[in-house]
């Protein structure tokens, strides 16, 4: 559980600063 959550803030933060964030979200919508 704490890996999965450490992997998903990680990623999160390299969407968001590649600046793919809303592009992250839109997936997660889906």
Known sequence: M???RFYFL???E???K???D???HTV???
């Open 18 to 20: 590649s600046g793919l």
């Open 14 to 16: 390299i969407y968001a």
């Open 2 to 4: 704490s890996v999965t």
């Open 22 to 24: 809303v592009l992250f």
């Open 28 to 30: 997660i919508m889906e």
């Open 10 to 12: 990680f990623s999160h």
